[in-house]
Nanobody, 128 residues
């Protein structure tokens, strides 16, 4: 019943910007997720964590995106965002959002947690 729907992807030139959104709906819980995250997967590569944000606002970023990407959320709108600036060709990937209502230490380790719900993914392509 929980659904996460990403939007805002597309194709941009290197150095450009995109903002991804993830709308959470159908949650059976009466509180906000404990942790939300963005992951990405490029062809032939493993899925990797991009950024996580915990319910207290604590954020974790992969070294490869630190200083360029910003994760944030609008709790009232039940929406997660990923602002991506100074995009590089190596950022090209399918991007997935995740939400987890289970309390744990996984979020501060840049992980989505085994109980996470996932979106369907959205493509981001950065050309050189």
């Amino acid at each position: 019943q929980v659904q996460l729907v990403e939007s805002g992807g597309g194709s941009v030139q290197a150095g450009g910007s995109l903002r991804l959104s993830c709308l959470v709906s159908g949650s059976p819980y009466n509180h906000n997720p404990y942790c939300m995250a963005w992951f990405r997967q490029a062809p032939g590569k493993e899925r990797e964590g991009v950024a996580t944000i915990a319910i207290d606002g604590t954020t974790i970023y992969a070294d490869s995106v630190k200083g360029r990407f910003t994760i944030s959320q609008d709790k009232a709108k039940k929406t997660l965002y990923l602002q991506m600036n100074s995009l590089k060709p190596e950022d090209t990937a399918m991007y997935y959002c995740a939400a987890n209502w289970v309390i744990g230490t996984y979020c501060t380790r840049g992980q989505a947690g085994s109980s996470a719900y996932w979106g369907q993914g959205i493509q981001v392509t950065v050309s050189s």
